[in-house]
């Protein structure tokens, strides 16, 4: 079983197991809704806000339609996209 790693419960980031933040990045993030560029964003930390504002999207256009499309949005480095049954 997994264990869930932990949120800055203003910008959404994943914080580990402390502060991997400062305040200033934090506040920059909430302010201009850039992602932090302390590090990139590593898919088994969980959702970013932009990725479940667009999963959660019910208007034309703007949701997902297909299982490749799913596949990017979630897994933005991965070159290769398995079929959904493997």
């Known amino acids: 079983?997994?264990?869930l790693k932990p949120f800055c419960r203003w910008?959404?980031?994943?914080?580990?197991d402390g502060p991997s933040h400062s305040p200033q990045e934090c506040i920059r993030?909430?302010?201009?809704?850039?992602a932090l560029q302390s590090r990139p964003r590593d898919p088994e930390d969980g959702l970013d806000t932009q990725t479940g504002i667009i999963l959660m999207s019910?208007?034309?256009?703007?949701?997902?339609?297909?299982w490749a499309s799913m596949w990017r949005l979630?897994?933005?480095?991965?070159?290769n996209v398995p079929s959904p049954g493997e």
């Not at 019910?58 to 297909?66: H, V």
């Open 29 to 34: 993030y909430s302010q201009t809704g850039a």
């Open 11 to 16: 910008c959404m980031q994943p914080t580990g």
């Open 58 to 66: 019910r208007a034309r256009g703007s949701r997902i339609e297909d």
């Open 74 to 79: 979630l897994f933005p480095g991965d070159e």
């Open 1 to 3: 079983m997994s264990k």
